[in-house]
């Protein structure tokens, strides 16, 4: 069976179909990702606009995703799972030292 990319437009319309008999969330390195089968047929979902392999940041939020598409069963496959780094590290940071001088900026205007 070839694996192929779905977008969630696609995907929603297979969900409101009932087509769908799998749903699999697939554990990789940095994040989850979810898998459907109906059919002969498996896809991945994808990024919007990409072929890219779209990937929840944790379990929870492709729970939710999965649930709100109405499709609240499905099989977890960690085998593959690690734990991605922080995409932006020392974001928080930045964002602190830009709102410290823009309320210096503020306080002497």
């Given at each position: 069976m070839?694996?192929?990319?779905?977008d969630h437009a696609a995907l929603?319309?297979?969900a409101?179909?009932?087509?769908?008999?799998?749903v699999e969330v697939k554990g990789s390195?940095?994040?989850w990702g979810i898998t459907v089968r109906y059919g002969t047929k498996e896809s991945?979902?994808?990024q919007a606009r990409r072929k890219k392999?779209?990937?929840?940041?944790?379990l929870q939020l492709a729970t939710l995703y999965l649930k709100d598409l109405g499709l609240p069963t499905f099989k977890v496959d960690s085998q593959y799972y690690e734990p991605g780094e922080n995409s932006r590290p020392g974001n928080a940071e930045r964002l602190k030292s830009i709102h410290q001088k823009a309320q210096v900026q503020k306080a002497g205007h």
């Open positions: 070839s694996t192929q990319t779905i929603l319309l297979l409101e179909s009932g087509v769908i008999t799998d390195q940095g994040g991945t979902l994808s392999t779209k990937l929840f940041k944790n």
